[in-house]
């Protein structure tokens, strides 16, 4: 059974950098297309930042240049490095598989004051 842990959210101004992680189980994060995806109030979720098991990281043109998607083998963990965070990007992070979606997380809440 595939388990997703998602930590590290808090309340950081505007600016400010945040590091999330996410503990995997039941699959190996190095073999897998993993990705880390928020859901604003009242929006839909969407991916921000994938990483595939071989090739390049991609971003959604919102974080481009601000968010970096990592993995850590030996932990068996995929983590979002986030900089210059805005108010807009103030939602609930989780981390999940892209294309074969498990069940989600309970997610980590990430809030940036202006």
């Known amino acids: 059974q595939v388990q997703l842990v998602e930590s590290g959210g808090g309340l950081v101004q505007a600016g400010g950098s945040l590091r999330l992680s996410c503990a995997a189980s039941g699959i190996i994060v190095s073999f897998n297309y993993m990705g880390w995806y928020r859901q604003a109030p009242g929006k839909q979720r969407e991916l921000v930042a994938a990483?595939?098991?071989?090739?390049?990281?991609n971003y959604a043109d919102s974080v481009k240049g601000r968010f970096t998607i990592s993995r850590d083998t030996a932990k068996n963990a995929v983590y979002l490095q986030m900089n210059s965070l805005k108010p807009e990007d103030t939602a609930v992070y989780y981390c999940?598989?892209?294309?074969?979606?498990?069940?989600w997380g309970q997610g980590t809440q990430v809030t940036v004051s202006s």
């Open positions: 999940n598989l892209v294309g074969r979606v498990q069940s």
């Open positions: 990483i595939p098991s071989g090739g390049r990281t």
